[in-house]
């Protein structure tokens, strides 16, 4: 699974350097700077005729009396399951920030849709302001529904803990109680 991982990340780098996206490249920066010292540290080596493996496994057995040999593989093991652990939780965190960037982004269209739908609802509005005897109660009533609607998309606008709940008790704190009695009462006396 890791060789897998391991041949589709370089894979997606060196596809990414052929086409010089370099949007993508920083998502490997640690990748690349990785490859990057591991090709310096080969040249050197080769270079300079280093046996930096034999170098090590010589003073492991010079330290052989401290048991520090015996610390290598479950360090190494532990050393792999960290970054494993730590790259799960980029991911879940990217996915969770791209889940929050299509909200907001969903909440700010809506807004704009519901707002030019309540700007243009003025017009009505102004309509039954010149026409005679329009009952000025409803147009009372009209602006109470209108502040209500701003009131709660202002509300959802503003919201930074995005969850079911926070949604709907923002508004359900933001929703302005219309008196439907007085409203039913418009009727009748009509």
Same mark, same amino acid.
């Given at each position: 699974?890791? $060789?897998?991982? %391991?041949?589709?990340?370089?894979?997606?780098?060196?596809? #990414?350097?052929?086409?010089l996206?370099?949007? &993508?490249? $920083?998502?490997?920066?640690?990748?690349?700077?990785?490859?990057?010292i591991?090709?310096?540290?080969l /040249?050197?080596?080769?270079?300079?005729?280093?046996?930096?493996?034999?170098n090590?496994?010589?003073?492991l =057995? !010079?330290?052989?009396s401290s048991?520090?040999?015996?610390?290598? @593989?479950?360090?190494? /093991?532990?050393?792999?399951f960290?970054?494993?652990? !730590?790259?799960?939780?980029i991911? *879940?965190?990217?996915?969770?920030?791209? &889940?929050? *960037?299509?909200? =907001?982004?969903?909440?700010?269209?809506?807004?704009?849709?519901?707002?030019t739908?309540?700007n243009?609802?003025?017009?009505? &509005?102004?309509?039954?302001?010149?026409?005679?005897?329009?009952?000025?109660?409803?147009?009372?009533?009209?602006?109470?529904?209108?502040?209500?609607?701003?009131? !709660? %998309?202002?509300?959802l606008? &503003? %919201?930074e #803990?995005?969850?079911? $709940?926070? @949604?709907?008790e923002?508004?359900?704190?933001?929703?302005?109680e219309i008196d439907?009695?007085?409203?039913?009462?418009f009727? $009748?006396?009509?």
């Open positions: 699974m890791i $060789k897998a991982c %391991l041949r589709h990340q370089l894979g997606s780098i060196i596809i #990414d350097i052929f086409h996206d370099l949007d &993508k490249l $920083k998502a490997y920066w640690l990748t690349i700077a990785g490859l990057a591991a090709t310096v540290l /040249i050197v080596t080769l270079y300079f005729e280093l046996d930096t493996f034999e090590l496994v010589v003073f =057995k !010079q330290r052989d048991e520090l040999d015996e610390f290598i @593989i479950p360090s190494i /093991i532990a050393l792999v960290f970054t494993i652990n !730590q790259y799960l939780i991911r *879940r965190r990217a996915a969770n920030n791209e &889940k929050v *960037r299509m909200y =907001k982004t969903m909440v700010h269209a809506s807004n704009h849709v519901l707002r739908c309540l243009q609802m003025l017009l009505v &509005k102004m309509s039954a302001e010149e026409t005679p005897n329009f009952d000025s109660r409803v147009i009372a009533l009209f602006d109470e529904i209108v502040a209500s609607a701003n009131s !709660q %998309l202002d509300a606008g &503003k %919201l #803990d995005i969850n079911e $709940k926070a @949604i709907w923002a508004i359900y704190a933001n929703t302005t439907l009695e007085t409203y039913l009462s009727n $009748k006396s009509e």
